[in-house]
């Protein structure tokens, strides 16, 4: 597509639900980043897949978060057992192989998660 | 752990007005980035430094990289509502798999 696409856009979510959220990156974009960024604050890493295997996934923040990526497509991000901790706006981004190293990344729009 | 600070973390002035927002580390990059970041989207990509002392321009934005490559600043001349934004700055390792680390970010406000 002509952009990263996330989805849903907007969750509300009971605290103990589970929830999945959806990234389609760009075609041809090998790398792909999730992040999460809580209210008017930077964004904190949380797992890095270069094509369909997770080099770097040290930054997801408990046993509850796991993802998966389907060759150099579609990435599903899941919380189990949600908290209300876990409410905030979680990024998609991916770059191509040389992006990554100075052309930068592009992002989604986020799933706005809320945990009532 | 790579950390990247910004200052200030917010920032209101008048339209007309300059400013400078400032990104510190005590670790090298390879590179850093500045994104902006409007409510409901994801970061946008502005620029990308990657010498030492590197100095680029766009428009009336103008990015500094320092020469150490442990800093950056992004200065706004004549600044306008449209420049309001969350601003981060993030930083490239080239030895990292995640490759970019990112500040905490400057809301800036820009009054008519």
């Known amino acids: 597509g002509a952009g990263v696409s996330q989805s849903p856009s907007n969750k509300v979510t009971e605290k103990g639900k589970d929830v999945e959220l959806r990234c389609d990156p760009i075609s041809g974009h090998t790398a792909l980043y999730w992040y999460r960024q809580r209210l008017g604050q930077g964004l904190e890493f949380l797992i890095y897949f270069q094509g369909n295997s997770a080099p770097d996934k040290s930054g997801l923040p408990s046993d509850r978060f796991s993802a998966e990526r389907t060759g150099e497509s579609v990435s599903t991000l899941t919380i189990q057992r949600t908290q209300q901790e876990d409410s905030a706006v979680y990024l998609c981004?991916?770059?191509?192989?040389?992006?990554?190293?100075?052309?930068?990344?592009?992002f989604g729009s986020g799933t706005r998660l809320t945990v009532v | 752990t790579q950390l990247l600070e910004q200052s200030p973390q917010f920032l209101s002035i008048q339209e007309g007005e300059n400013l400078t927002v400032y990104c510190n580390s005590s670790?090298?990059?390879?590179?850093l980035q500045w994104y902006r970041q409007e409510p409901g989207e994801g970061p946008v990509l502005l620029v990308t430094?990657?010498?030492?002392?590197e100095v680029k321009k766009l428009k009336r934005l103008t990015f500094q990289f320092g020469d150490a490559r442990k800093d950056s600043s992004l200065h706004i001349t004549a600044a306008q509502p449209g420049d309001t934004g969350l601003y981060l700055c993030?930083?490239?390792?080239?030895?990292?798999?995640?490759?970019?680390?990112f500040g905490s970010g400057t809301q800036l406000t820009v009054l008519p």
């Open positions: 430094v990657v010498t030492g002392g």
């Open positions: 981004a991916s770059s191509s192989p040389t992006g990554r190293r100075g052309g930068g990344y592009t």
């Open positions: 993030a930083g490239v390792s080239s030895g990292s798999a995640r490759q970019l680390t």
């Open positions: 670790s090298v990059f390879s590179s």
